[in-house]
């Protein structure tokens, strides 16, 4: 095995743009709102595009290889994660995500908690993260009234900041952000208001699952300095680990037999050096490192975003005994 790339999958959105173009060369035309990066979803599947599986389907992969490629202890009938690059020019709905209980008696599929990290943060940038003095009742008054913007938590983002946004937390990308979102693998999205863009909304099924507890908050995260980089945790659930890696000079890792990890780049440029080879990486690039590639080294000057499906026991022991010292 080797650290494994895909082709980008690019989807027009109304509320898309070009930005993309900052770090992309290969951008089709249109409106780009996303590109799916590592992807293994019915609507959308990515495609091997290095090394000896170039060409290969995501899901071949998967079905001639699990162990190898996603880890003993991932299940091989559905990928659990989505990585996506977002680029909003125009805001998106308001919108929330159900729970896996809800989503799968619902839609046949797992709900959706995700995680945004701010990768470009243009002028008037901003994110919605929850609602602010509101209930369900106030929430639907102001829904009928137009009114709704008064109890949106709408702040104004930073480059490199991360929000997390769990499954019920009403929310919204506005416009002037690129985001690297890691998500469950879902793509069920219920839309409560639209600005009067004319697309379904799915108001009944948003207000089953919003949870009106929930505070978007950005994600302060726990740093570590080590070696050559310093590395941050910034969020830690049963559905992924998000780690970021701010690399001066090299890291060395080891991949996990038991599980994938993802590592997108945001800032930068690199290379993973490992046994059989070398792979080169840049801002945009996602790579799949398979769980058997064993030891690696990164080299070069980058951030990085690493995302996995963790044993939560276990990274809240190393978190634990960084923290001790």
Known sequence: MYPIKFENLYYDKIWGGRDLE???TNLPEGNIGESWDIACHPNGTGKISNGKFKGMSFNELIESYKDEVLGKEIDEKRFPLLIKIINANDKLSVQVHPNDEYGFRMENEPGKTEIWYVVEALEGANLVVGTKDCTREKFIEALDKGELDKYLNKVPVKKGE???VKSGLVHAIGEGVIIAEIQQNSDTTYRVYDYNRGRDLHVDKALDV???SLKGEKSLGIKVEKVGYTKTYYAL???FSLEE???EEKLEETSDKERFFVLTCVEGEGKILYKDGIEEIEKGDSVLIPANLGRY????????LKSYVPNVAKVEKEILEEIKK
């Open 210 to 212: 919003i949870d009106f």
């Open 245 to 247: 890696y701010n690399i």
């Open 237 to 239: 659930c049963e559905h």
């Open 162 to 164: 991360v929000y997390f």
């Open 297 to 304: 080294t990164i080299l070069g000057r980058l951030k990085l």
């Open 22 to 24: 900052l770090f992309r």
